[in-house]
């Protein structure tokens, strides 16, 4: 379980309790009746919340995950004890021994964690609730959110369904489940504290945080747990504490699941998260950056810059500008816009609703990988097979249309074997004309291959100094 150091909050709130406590009761006494309390008529009354279906159906669900690792860092010892017993001849003072939780998410044995219960580890140990133990292989992680992905090789699993983290509010009640210092099957409850935290936790370029915050009990041990909702659905995945301590001191943090389901899919069907990202620098719009810069709005998240060849670039978002919603959905932090971004995969395109010079306007911004790989492959999934000419083919952005001083053509993604192939056509080969008609879309492309018969010929450019033509053969 990590943890947020806090010096002197603990304090500071202990001084003005005792100072508010000192203030109330050095006034002289007195009587006085209060009149009964009139209820509006839209007020229910609800019964107490029962919270034992959720803990009978997420606790099956939790496992507990122990881990052998070399060279333990000094923080991994912290939280997770010693390293090897010393009264055990057979342990290694260079083998690290941590453990930590993880959520079951399908009957096959998907299992999700923090990637820091399983960073460095040689053996991964996952102990079911009813004390059956299998050794878990890694399917992949992802340090920017601090998730992991485990397998282990069983059936007919109980597992948790996920749930809806956007529909939970703050005084929502949740359950926390994991197994604190090796308590297993342990369950606390608690309230949502805040939505959209960041705790700058994550040691990562690309991190994402925008934690849930309960004040449900969570220490050493809960790291990968799951936070439940009263219908006991996954909301979270239990990360951090905010501590003096190292334990629990009041505040928890858990992954929002609407992170923790695209982070899975990415992870089984890639081995790797697919990140989208936007481009751009940002910032809080606080009181006095709208006084700064006379913004029209006093919430949202201020661009600072666009970088060159980004996402937001070709959209047309400018330094400036203030996001103010992403999808329909309101974008107040840059927490809440990293979590928003992060469900999507590159090549994904979203409607951005943006304030510019006091002027609401919306734009479809289509977004882009960490890397050319990630690009390539959002690129592949946005792109159209033709196998009349065996080529997967895409429009070009604003992009390449300024790097290549064109005004449009449609991009070689991918070149199976067909026509074009065999005369030589590479990756990368964008289409400027077929038999001198100007094309802009696929749509425009197989416009003329209906039409064609015998052979074509094909202008384009692979860079601004190496143009190409092509004759090829249709039959």
Do not use: C
């Amino acid at each position: 379980m990590r943890q947020v150091v806090q010096h002197g909050i603990v304090a500071v709130v202990a001084s003005v309790a005792t100072y508010f406590l000192v203030k109330k009761f050095d006034q002289p006494p007195s009587v006085s009746v209060m009149p009964a309390p009139v209820f509006p008529a839209k007020w229910e009354i609800h019964p107490p919340v029962d919270f034992t279906v959720a803990a009978q159906i997420a606790m099956p669900a939790v496992v507990h995950i122990k881990t052998q690792s070399g060279n333990a860092p000094s923080w991994h010892r912290f939280f997770w004890g010693p390293q090897g017993d010393p009264d055990d001849e057979n342990s290694s003072p260079f083998f690290g021994q941590g453990t930590g939780s993880g959520v079951i998410l399908t009957a096959d044995g998907y299992i999700i964690t923090s990637n820091h219960v399983i960073e460095n580890a040689s053996r991964i140990e996952v102990v079911l609730y009813d004390n059956r133990s299998f050794t878990a292989s890694v399917v992949g992680t992802d340090p920017s959110t601090d998730l992991a992905l485990l397998k282990i090789n069983a059936e007919d699993l109980p597992y948790l369904e996920y749930g809806d983290s956007d529909a939970l509010r703050v005084g929502d009640w949740v359950l926390a489940v994991g197994n604190p210092f090796n308590l297993t099957s342990t369950v606390t409850a608690g309230i949502v504290s805040a939505k959209g935290r960041t705790l700058n936790l994550l040691n990562d370029r690309f991190r994402v945080e925008s934690f849930i915050q309960t004040d449900a009990a969570v220490n050493p041990g809960n790291s990968g747990g799951a936070l439940v909702n009263v219908e006991g659905k996954l909301v979270g995945i239990n990360t951090a504490i905010a501590s003096i301590t190292g334990t629990f001191a009041g505040y928890s943090f858990a992954v929002p699941v609407s992170i923790v389901k695209k982070v899975v899919e990415d992870l089984r069907t890639y081995g790797k998260v697919q990140r989208a990202l936007l481009g751009v620098s940002i910032l809080n719009v606080t009181p006095q950056l709208q006084k700064e810069q006379d913004l029209a709005v006093s919430q949202g998240v201020y661009i600072r810059d666009v970088y060159s060849g980004s996402a937001a670039e070709e959209a047309g978002l400018r330094s400036g500008d203030v996001i103010t919603e992403v999808e329909g959905r309101a974008v107040r932090s840059v927490s809440e816009l990293q979590e928003s971004i992060a469900r999507h995969r590159p090549g994904d395109k979203i409607k951005i609703k943006y304030y510019r010079k006091g002027q609401a306007n919306e734009v479809t911004v289509r977004l882009k990988g960490r890397s050319a790989e990630e690009t390539a492959i959002a690129d592949a999934s946005q792109a159209t097979t033709l196998p009349k000419l065996g080529v997967a083919l895409r429009p070009i952005n604003a992009s390449e249309k300024k790097e290549l001083g064109i005004e449009g053509g449609v991009k070689v993604i991918e070149v199976y074997p067909g026509p074009l192939r065999e005369v030589g056509v590479r990756k990368g080969f964008v289409i400027t004309r077929i038999d001198k008609k100007p094309v802009k879309t696929v749509e425009e492309v197989q416009k003329i291959l209906s039409e064609a018969s015998g052979g074509i010929l094909l202008e384009g450019l692979y860079s601004k100094r190496e143009r190409a033509y092509y004759a090829i053969s249709l039959d």
